[in-house]
């Protein structure tokens, strides 16, 4: 057996061995040991193989996999560019904690830095973003190096699943040749052979439990308010016990989440006068001013549940960090959290009133429809920009909802192939809720081959003509007009249906909620329903709701 066929077939079954369920694939000559050894995998039922055309979708649905599954997911490229492309998913999985595995083909060391065709420095590429990285070097002896090559893709494996997960790189320099030779064991099931009769993985990585205190849970009568990002999931829970729980999903992250936490924490004198003592943040949240403010008040003391690296505290006044908060008892009522309820009653109730007055084409009135239209045990993918805003601003309440976004580095990348990889690891219905620019930016995502798995996911596009979230901030002020709307607004025209066809995928087109219940309903696949929404007036709206808040609160 050549040496390129054996590393690769070891590899792949010692990933297996490792717990690997699903491998992401992209074509290419100089990791064809690989794309052998993954397709037997998967002929023999041991890996399920997702074969992508485009490295950056590739890397996104391998980051959609392991986000829904949190399984350790591989992604297979050639050398060269093919590996570069990968960088903003691996960027995301550092980020978001998330464990994607790269297995980069290389030429050999003796091709290198000597003008050798798709060659490109693949040892520093990615810097500081990964969790581990090692280098299997092709040689003619392949006996001897089987315990070696195993031990060390245990090692990536745990590093990859370990108290702080991320992304991982196994640069593999194949020479050639690069396809087995006929007749070899490589084809007739008897490589790669057992040691020592083992079952699973060749070195076990106890990946073990955070060390060290919790964060202290809020005691009686304290002035705590819990401040969660987008996706946590310990929000709902906390906020089911009785505690005061702000998320930047809103009602969304749970029935018992403040509704209308983030409108309140936009009112200055509502928040002069009934400022907590401490706020414990759940994760990293970055979507509001608000938030922000009250993270940055030197008055305020700050406790992170999360890594110990990566946590937000740009003023200096995180007190403490620690990746588990102690649950402690139900929390009792008292007057200051009577105060915050009986505020987010009022405030709610006013949002409400607004929102749903407006057509669909209000975008926050589709988020709003469509989270309330949602089964029980959705998956929702919530695209970057103006949609996690749009959920923010007036989600239905609910429970039963799980959520999933790229906020890591909050990125519109990727986004159509990371909800398509979430949809085939959740047991459950998937939608999506994306920007025309975020879907329009990944548009390779909705390529799947006619023998690959499909999931079943509904991606609904609020489509107004594009960047809706531009029109909201500095740059939307009546003194930018002149240069609004080309370098802002970027307008496309682009015909969503018939990208959408041409894609071989069902589109519908919907203009009310009757409507958006309907499409929702029907039978899934891969499908996308399209709503024509209005970002010219969304400034005005949200102005609206500012101030139907603070009326409500006076």
Not at 280 to 292: D, E, H, N, Q, W
Not at 465 to 476: Q, R, T, V
Request: a negative charge.
């Amino acid at each position: 057996m050549n040496p390129s066929t054996a590393i690769a077939e070891v590899v792949v079954d010692e990933l297996v061995a490792g717990g690997v369920t699903d491998a992401v694939l992209c074509p290419g000559s100089r990791n064809a040991p690989l794309s052998m050894a993954l397709h037997r995998a998967d002929r023999d039922g041991r890996l399920r193989l997702h074969v992508r055309i485009d490295e950056r979708t590739a890397g996104f649905l391998a980051l959609g996999l392991a986000r829904s599954s949190g399984r350790p997911v591989p992604v297979v490229t050639t050398s060269g560019t093919a590996v570069a492309n990968l960088h903003p998913a691996v960027v995301e999985a550092d980020l978001s904690g998330v464990p994607i595995v790269v297995l980069s083909a290389d030429r050999p060391p003796w091709l290198r830095d000597v003008g050798e065709n798709q060659t490109i420095d693949q040892v520093r590429l990615f810097g500081g973003s990964l969790r581990f990285f090692h280098e299997f070097e092709t040689s003619t002896a392949v006996a001897g190096q089987n315990a070696r090559w195993r031990s060390m893709v245990c090692r990536a494996l745990g590093a990859a699943t370990g108290v702080r997960p991320g992304p991982v790189q196994l640069n593999l320099c194949l020479a050639e040749p690069l396809l087995p030779d006929s007749g070899t064991a490589a084809t007739d099931g008897s490589w790669p052979e057992p040691l020592d009769g083992r079952g699973g993985p060749w070195t076990t990585v106890d990946a073990g439990t955070p060390a060290g205190p919790a964060i202290p849970a809020p005691a009686p009568g304290e002035r705590v308010l819990v401040v969660a990002d987008l996706v946590h999931p310990a929000a709902a829970g906390l906020a089911a016990a009785g505690h005061l729980v702000v998320s930047e999903a809103g009602g969304a992250a749970g029935a018992g989440v403040l509704a209308a936490g983030g409108h309140l924490l936009g009112q200055p004198e509502f928040g002069k006068v009934n400022r907590p003592d401490r706020v414990i943040v759940l994760g990293r949240p970055t979507l509001s001013r608000p938030v922000s403010a009250l993270l940055s008040d030197p008055a305020v003391h700050v406790d992170v549940v999360g890594p110990a690296t990566g946590w937000r505290g740009a003023n200096g006044n995180v007190r403490r960090v620690a990746p588990i908060l102690d649950a402690g008892p139900d929390a009792e009522p008292h007057d200051w959290s009577a105060l915050w309820r009986d505020a987010d009653t009022a405030a709610a109730a006013a949002v409400s009133a607004v929102v749903d007055a407006q057509p669909l084409a209000a975008s926050p009135a589709l988020a709003r429809s469509l989270v309330g239209d949602l089964a029980d045990g959705t998956l929702l993918v919530v695209g970057s920009s103006q949609p996690v805003r749009d959920l923010s601003v007036a989600p239905a309440p609910r429970d039963g909802v799980r959520l999933l976004a790229n906020r890591g580095a909050a990125g519109i990348d990727g986004t159509v192939s990371t909800a398509i990889g979430a949809a085939l690891a959740h047991p459950g219905p998937t939608v999506a809720y994306l920007g025309d620019l975020t879907f329009l930016h990944d548009l390779t995502g909705l390529v799947v081959g006619p023998h690959e798995p499909r999931p079943d996911l509904t991606i609904v596009v609020s489509n107004n003509d594009g960047g809706g979230i531009f029109g909201i901030l500095e740059s939307g002020l009546p003194q930018h007009g002149d240069a609004f709307e080309r370098v802002f607004g970027t307008p496309h025209g682009a015909d969503l249906a018939a990208l959408v066809r041409g894609a071989g995928h069902r589109h519908t087109l919907v203009g009310t909620r009757a409507e958006l219940t309907a499409a929702l309903a029907a039978p899934a696949g891969i499908r996308v329903v399209e709503v024509r929404t209005d970002r010219h007036a969304l400034r005005d709206l949200l102005a609206t709701v500012k101030a139907a808040v603070t009326t409500a609160l006076r």
